[in-house]
């Protein structure tokens, strides 16, 4: 079984630019989960996807993330403009609905550095 | 917020030597915790996880305990080797209303001596 997929795996970009994240989820998985892990911290979850639909967004600072699942399988998070804070690993989990476990399956993630 | 933190940011241990790795969390509600394990330039690998209603579970060389008294988890590897050398995150999950993004804490390094 193929697992979740990101691009691009690093990025480099000036602040006030604009920068896409994409993720591809583990085959059949319907949940899908963004989070962000800063340097030394465990990972925090930015917004979380049911399908194509949003289940939980209240840690994106909306002003300036945005994320969209629009045919319910490929996801791509986006910063614009990005700022020097927004530094950090970007990781994209998936789980399969079905289940009630805990068990979320994460990819390898996408290291941004904003100069 | 609440969240989930873990007691040593660094754990040293000798190959073939038993290491436990603790955590404190501190929403009741939480219904699973989970442990993951985090090499270098990866993202997070699954280790194991325990429903809250549980207060022990173990798997290949390692066993999670819960104890929700004191709100207390922890990580047991058995005979520990080179390649368990990694941060070491809990995490928990409260899946009450269909969210259930996991709240991490800080993590564990741990270093395996030879």
């Known amino acids: 079984e193929a697992g979740v997929a990101q691009s691009p795996r690093y990025k480099i970009i000036e602040k006030r630019q604009s920068v896409a994240f994409w993720c591809n989820p583990i085959s059949g998985h319907a949940t899908l989960y963004w989070y962000q892990q800063i340097l030394g911290q465990g990972p925090k979850l930015l917004i979380q996807f049911q399908n194509n639909g949003v289940v939980d967004d209240s840690q994106l600072p909306k002003d300036r993330f945005s994320a969209e699942r629009l045919k319910g399988v490929d996801s791509t998070l986006k910063i614009q403009p990005a700022k020097l804070e927004d530094s950090a690993v970007y990781l994209c989990?998936?789980?399969?609905?079905?289940?009630?476990?805990?068990?979320?399956?994460f990819g390898p993630g996408t290291r941004l550095l904003v100069l | 917020g609440e969240s989930v933190g873990l007691h040593l940011p660094t754990l040293s241990v000798q190959e073939g030597d038993n290491s436990i790795i603790n955590c404190a969390y501190s929403?009741?509600?939480?219904?699973?915790f989970i442990w993951y394990k985090q090499e270098s330039g990866k993202g997070p690998q699954f280790i194991i996880d325990i429903r809250s209603n549980m207060d022990k579970r173990q798997g290949q060389r390692v066993t999670v305990l819960l104890n929700k008294t004191v709100k207390h988890l922890s990580l047991q590897i058995a005979a520990t080797q080179p390649g368990d050398s990694a941060v070491y995150f809990c995490a928990e999950k409260n899946s009450g209303g269909g969210a259930d993004g996991l709240t991490f804490g800080k993590g564990t390094h741990l270093i395996i001596q030879p």
């Open positions: 929403n009741s509600a939480s219904d699973y």
């Open positions: 989990a998936s789980s399969p609905r079905a289940r009630v476990s805990g068990t979320q399956y």
